[in-house]
Each structure stands twice: as C-alpha cells, then as structure tokens.
C-alpha cells in the first residue's frame, strides 16, 4: 500500500509576511491543497500549478477524510487552516480521522501565527502574563459548557481571550459572556478589539468593558479582555508583568 502525508500548515492571521517559511515550503510541496474557500484565496499565488481542493465552513470532515484518502493513495496532501492548526484549527480532527479509519498516513503538523498572538501584538502587550482562551461558538461546545467556563476563568485574575465571539445570528453566547464578564469584572476593565488582524479592513479598538455589548462584534473579530492591572500606555493596551514590584527601573533607560 502506497504511504503518502498530510501537512496540515497554519496560515497565521492573513498576510504572507507573517506565514512560517516552513508553512510555506509545506505548501510548495504539495500534490494538492485543501482548505475552507477563505484561506486558499490568501495563499494563491503561492505554489499556483497546484491542483486546490476547497469546501466551505463547517465542511471539515469531508475536508480531513479528503486528505487521508489521498494520502492513502502516496499523495501529499496539505490541509490549510487559518492561524495555527492546533488551536481551534484542523490539525486535532485530522489526527482523530486518521485514527478511526486506521489509515496508514503520515501527519505533519506545521505552527503558524495564531489569532491571539496576531491581535496582541496590535494592540500591544496585553498577554504579558497568565491568560486563557475561550471559543464562543456552541457549534460543537454547548452554550451550558460555555458558560460554565466563563463563570470559572473570569473569577481568576487572567487575562481572556474570546474567539469566534458572535455570528449573524448566534449572539446569545455573546450576550452572556458580556453579562459573565460584567459580574466580575470592573466596567472600567481595558478590553481589545481586533477584527481582521493583518488584513485589508484591519480594525483596532481599545474600550472599556462596560462598553462591550454595545461594540460591533463578529467572527472576524478577537476580544481581548484585561485583568485588574491591565492598563492603556500611550494608546496601547499593556499588561505589566511585574518587573516594577522587584526592580528599579532607571530614569537614564
């Protein structure tokens, strides 16, 4: 039996200036390339002659049991998928196809930018300390773990990150994770809005949290709420790590 690969390659936020070389020699290597519509579209000129494979949203199963079959077949087949593949990305389904058909693939996993790494670094230096990441989208998570999640981590002093925050018309998860975040957290709270991070129509906004549910939101769109000592220097959102609390800083730097 011929033993061929999938690449499962993470495309970061958007701009080919910030895709991994090694994302992209992956690409380069390919027999064939599948991803969601969106995505192959940011990589077209790259490996042009390549035969493309592309399906739409929530299409992923057909699009991992694709690649394993012509992996099967001793293609390499490259999987695309925005940010990092190993976060809310393809890489985990993919290893779990191949499991339940037994076939005898490999599997390479190739890191990119994630969507929280691409807006922090927009809106400053937010993540400078503990934080946790939290999907909104109930398409495979229930809104009661959802919830219960957010009831849990916003109790910390972490910094939050929200992905897939609200679609056209699934924004009950938003409006509770608002609600959530108001019980306790201050109004005051430094959040970041990052929508289409590296992208044409880049959008970047600092608010306070009390104003959140009212802010245009959608599932092009990041959230980064602060903690307690979360602050804006200079236009810029910044989590202080502690430095200060344990050295002098010196007027002369």
Known sequence: ???????????????????????????????????????????????????????????????????????????????????DPGIYGMAGLIFEMREQTGAAVEIEVFPGISALNAAASLLGAPLMTDFAVVSLSDHLVTLEEITKRLELVTQTDFILCLYNPKGKKRVKPFEEACEILLKWRAPETVVGIVRKAYRPGQQVTLVPLGDLPNCDIDMLTVIIVGNQKTRVIDGRMVTPRGYRNKYEFSEDV
């Not at 993470?10 to 390919?30: F, T």
């Not at 192959?40 to 592309?54: E, G, H, K, T, Y």
Request: hydrophobic share 45%; charged share 20%; glycine share 14%.
């Open 1 to 83: 039996m011929m033993c061929g690969v999938v690449k499962v390659v993470g495309l970061g936020p958007g701009s080919q200036a910030l895709l991994a070389p090694a994302g992209r020699q992956a690409v380069e290597s390919a027999d064939v390339i599948l991803g969601y519509a969106t995505y192959l579209d940011l990589i077209a000129d790259i490996a042009p002659d390549v035969p493309r494979q592309s399906s739409g949203m929530r299409k992923e199963i057909e699009r991992a049991g694709e690649a394993i079959r012509l992996a099967s077949q001793g293609s390499t087949a490259v999987v695309v998928s925005g940010g």
